[in-house]
Nanobody, 116 residues
Framework: EVQFVESGGGLVQAGGSLRLSCAAS????????IGWFRHARGKAREAVSW????????YYSDSVKGRFTISSDNAKRTVYLQMNSLKPEDTAVYYCYINTGTTIIWGQGTQVTVSS
């Protein structure tokens, strides 16, 4: 069974940093692209970043490019999202997810709140 445990969210002032962690189980970490999407109240879900570790391919949305960095530690089966220069508009629930090609599976999410 695929499972994710996200952590690292919290309250931070604008300009600050947070690092989100996603401990994954139930699949081989480099089998699929694994990433993060976020959902802010009143807004559509946004794919923020993903990583395909077997070929080191990454994606970042324009809204986070240059500020966020995704990485993985396959030995720890954990994916990280380093978020720097946070803005109030980054406030959202962040979810770790994989896309198997036939289905999308995500975790319970972690709240990130950026105060101005």
């Amino acid at each position: 069974e695929v499972q994710f445990v996200e952590s690292g969210g919290g309250l931070v002032q604008a300009g600050g940093s947070l690092r989100l962690s996603c401990a994954a189980s139930g699949f081989t970490l480099d089998a699929y692209a694994i990433g993060w999407f976020r959902h802010a109240r009143g807004k559509a879900r946004e794919a923020v970043s993903w990583l395909l570790s077997r070929d080191n391919n990454t994606y970042y949305s324009d809204s986070v490019k240059g500020r966020f960095t995704i990485s993985s530690d396959n030995a720890k089966r954990t994916v990280y999202l380093q978020m720097n220069s946070l803005k109030p508009e980054d406030t959202a629930v962040y979810y770790c997810y994989i896309n198997t090609g036939t289905t999308i599976i995500w975790g319970q999410g972690t709240q990130v709140t950026v105060s101005s």
